[in-house]
């Protein structure tokens, strides 16, 4: 019996020592130790770049390093003070944190294989006719052409008479001397807020905009900056309702979103239910 009880312990010792042996070591090295954790030189690649200088990234790994140990250091002594009910609170609300990380993660992988986010003009069209009370604008937006010159440019009679008329004659000749203008814009069939012509056309501001807020309106004013010629073709006022096309990306989104939750829901459903088929999810009576 006692020939057999140091078998068994020589084969245990053996068992020990060939797990020790085969246990794989973690051969980074180390650079602080603050009881059982380790920092490595892996850790500190997400703090240092190349624009860094020897100097600063000295610097900056030591102040790393102390964050480091501060942050452990108060880890483990939460862990020694903090009551046993506090601690299980924490992990509970960790391991829920995870799980919402994952969750998300996965459902918006699986909606951006999935979703559709071509919106068409009718379905835009539909949304916007049922829904024209919540698109009332809170400023006056236009529509217009203009053409900023220097006051001594060579004939700005022409000019004018070209940009009044506008014909498809005159569209061409002004974009071809558009060298010689300072700013100009001849793209008259898009809405552009008032805020933004006063910003980006010196001779516009807020005393003299109501000249630009009138329909079929020529405008032209001088300052020490030159001549602004402007055609006003259409005009909303705030409290008007916000065209389509105005507001078309915003309804593309909203549509896209609502697309998006009632996705969520099927997805959610879809695989709670190949769950339960493939016996992965049961519910014990």
């Given amino acids: 019996m006692r020939i057999k009880s140091l078998s068994i312990l020589s084969i245990l010792i053996v068992c020990v020592t060939s797990c020790n042996f085969y246990k794989e070591t973690d051969e980074r090295k180390p650079i602080a130790r603050v009881g059982d ?22 610097l900056i790994v030591q102040n790393f390093i102390k964050e480091w140990a501060t942050e452990q250091l108060l880890v483990d002594g939460a862990q020694i003070n903090l009551s046993e009910k506090k601690q299980k609170h ?13 969750s998300k993660a996965y459902l918006e992988a699986l909606v951006k294989r999935n979703l559709d986010t071509a919106v068409s003009k009718a379905e ?8 024209k009370e919540a698109f009332k604008l ?6 217009f052409r203009y053409i900023h010159v220097d006051k001594n440019i060579i004939d700005l009679k022409g000019i004018k008479k070209r940009f009044q008329e506008f014909n498809s004659s005159d569209k061409i000749a002004l974009d071809s001397m558009a060298i010689q203008f300072k ?21 516009v501001n807020s005393e003299n905009k109501n000249q630009l807020l009138k329909k079929s309106n020529f405008v032209q004013l001088t300052d020490s900056l030159g001549v602004y010629l402007m055609q006003v073709n259409q005009v909303l006022l705030r409290n008007d309702t916000a065209p389509l096309e105005y507001v078309k990306p915003i309804i593309n989104q909203i549509v ?9 829901k099927k997805l959610e459903k879809d695989i709670t239910k ?8 049961e519910i014990y009576n």
């Fill in 256 to 264: 896209i979103n609502r697309r998006k939750l009632e996705l969520i």
């Fill in 138 to 143: 809170n400023e006056e937006l236009i529509k």
């Fill in 124 to 131: 835009a069209a539909t949304y916007y006719e049922g829904n």
């Fill in 37 to 58: 954790n380790y920092l490595y030189q892996d850790d500190l690649v997400s703090v240092l770049s190349d624009a860094v200088s020897g100097q600063d990234s000295t």
């Fill in 90 to 102: 924490f992990n509970k609300l960790i391991d829920q944190y995870k799980n919402d990380l994952f």
């Fill in 274 to 281: 190949d769950a339960i088929k493939n016996k992965e999810f």
């Fill in 183 to 203: 700013s100009y814009s001849l793209n008259d069939s898009i809405w552009v807020k008032m805020s933004q012509v006063i910003s980006k056309i010196p001779g």
